[in-house]
């Protein structure tokens, strides 16, 4: 009996250690830094059009990409990578994360403030086929 119940534990004890898995934040002006410095792959959760109106520049979209997301990432698995959707409340970031996380990249952290955290800084957005843009201005 402790056999099967050890068999058990056995084959399910890595998806109760994914339900568990804890990114860590990285603030705006560390992303910033690591996509000026090139040492960051930035992954979009949220969606393709969402992607095609703005993104996080140098960000892939991971919805036209989770498929083949291994050949997207670095193959240093110590790699930054970096998953963010579309505000702090936003829990969609998880998918990518935690599929880099399968893949074996150690280093994944979160954008919690999202695009919408990011256009309000007025930091500059990307459009599909287009170089970054400065976010439009706030309305005072």
């Keep these: 009996m402790k056999t099967l119940i050890l068999a058990i534990l056995c084959c399910f004890a890595p998806a109760i250690l994914a339900a568990d898995v804890k990114v860590p934040d990285i603030s705006k002006e560390e992303l910033t830094k690591a996509i000026a410095d090139k040492k960051v792959t930035v992954i979009d959760v949220n969606g393709t059009e969402s992607y095609k109106e703005g993104h996080i520049p140098t960000a892939i979209d991971f919805e036209t990409t989770k498929a083949d997301l291994a050949t997207k990432l670095p193959k240093d698995k110590s790699s930054l990578i970096v998953a963010y959707c579309g505000s702090p409340k936003c829990p969609a970031y998880k998918q990518a994360a935690e599929a880099a996380i ?18 309000e800084s007025g930091a500059a957005v990307e459009k599909a086929g287009t170089e970054a843009a ?5 309305a005072k």
Excluded: E, M, R
């Design 102 to 119: 399968a893949l074996g990249y150690t280093n994944v952290k979160h954008f919690s403030a999202g695009i919408s955290g990011w256009k």
């Design 134 to 138: 400065p976010a439009p201005a706030k």
